[in-house]
């Protein structure tokens, strides 16, 4: 992969030594879980778009340094799905693709160390692996999937990708068996997403798509504000249910991101993507 262009600015320079300095301090100092968790907290976009090509080599370079940290491999995966999300909302979307396939090379390499799982295994196969895993591997099952599920998505279509979404499907499909709660219900979010991705008439669920997404909002009490941008945007506009997007989306907007302090960037992006949706309602009903 090529990696992202070189510092711009001195906070970007300062962002990545203090982070080496974090590491390299030993004892009473944050570990790299801790500062993936803490990017949730921020509430400064912009921050996180100076910084983040910084953050990515700093982990690109550990994870080369030692490769089977199965700790750090995870919060790779976790990070770099993490900015495929943010580069969009940072003006450059064109880098989202480039990001989706590190993050999927991860996740893949994530799911084959902790469950044997291939890209090139069929279902069956896949499926008997996926019965000797247990609870302790949701969250490399979760992220290894849902890395994978972005690639996918900006492939745009591409048969040799979307064939793949089964596979995907069925390891998420695990996770929500294993722990449904994972990640504020994050399964049944991807399932919700998944049974909507297509009208009814072409082979979508509606019904599936919205018992998921009614999953989703309850365990994560409404308070992680992707579930409900995801509602809207698919499910509301697949059965063509005005009134439904525009409650979800309003409700977005008028929640207090700061509640929340383990989501605020989650949160915030959410909102975001809310007002954009908003705007173009009448594009969609």
């Not at 976790?78 to 991860?106: D, N, W």
């Not at 409404?222 to 409650?247: C, I, K, S, T, W």
């Not at 929340?260 to 009448?282: F, G, H, R, Y």
Request: charged share 25%.
């Amino acid at each position: 992969m090529t990696l992202i262009e070189p510092f711009k600015s001195s906070r970007r320079l300062v962002s990545i030594i203090s982070l080496t300095l974090f590491l390299a301090a030993g004892c009473g100092f944050p570990t790299i879980s801790n500062l993936v968790e803490g990017l949730n907290h921020q509430n400064d976009l912009e921050l996180v778009c100076d910084g983040s090509s910084s953050y990515l080599l700093l982990l690109d370079s550990l994870l080369a340094r030692d490769p089977d940290d199965l700790n750090l491999l995870i919060n790779s995966t976790k990070a770099y799905s993490a900015y495929v999300i943010v580069t969009t909302e940072c003006g450059r979307p064109e880098r989202s693709a480039v990001l989706s396939r590190t993050g999927r090379a991860y996740g893949l390499r994530l799911l084959r160390e902790s469950g044997g799982i291939n890209r090139s295994d069929n279902l069956e196969e896949i499926s008997r692996k996926l019965r000797d895993t247990g609870r302790r591997k949701v969250e490399a099952l979760f992220w290894g999937a849902y890395s994978w599920a972005q690639w996918i998505n900006y492939q745009h279509g591409a048969p040799a990708a979307v064939i793949d979404l089964p596979k995907v499907e069925l390891i998420m499909k695990r996770v929500v068996e294993l722990d449904e709660t994972f990640y504020n219900g994050g399964a049944h979010l991807f399932l919700g997403i998944y049974h909507a991705l297509k009208p009814e008439i072409y082979g979508g669920d509606p019904v599936a798509s919205r018992r998921h997404f009614d999953k989703a909002l309850e365990i994560s009490g409404r308070r992680f504000l992707p579930v409900q941008v995801a509602y809207a945007e698919h499910y509301a506009r697949m059965v063509q249910d005005r009134q439904l997007f525009e409650n979800l989306l309003a409700e977005v907007l008028a929640f207090d991101i700061f509640t929340v302090p383990d989501t605020t960037l989650s949160n915030l992006i959410a909102q975001k993507q809310a007002v954009k949706l908003l705007a173009e309602i009448d594009q969609y009903f």
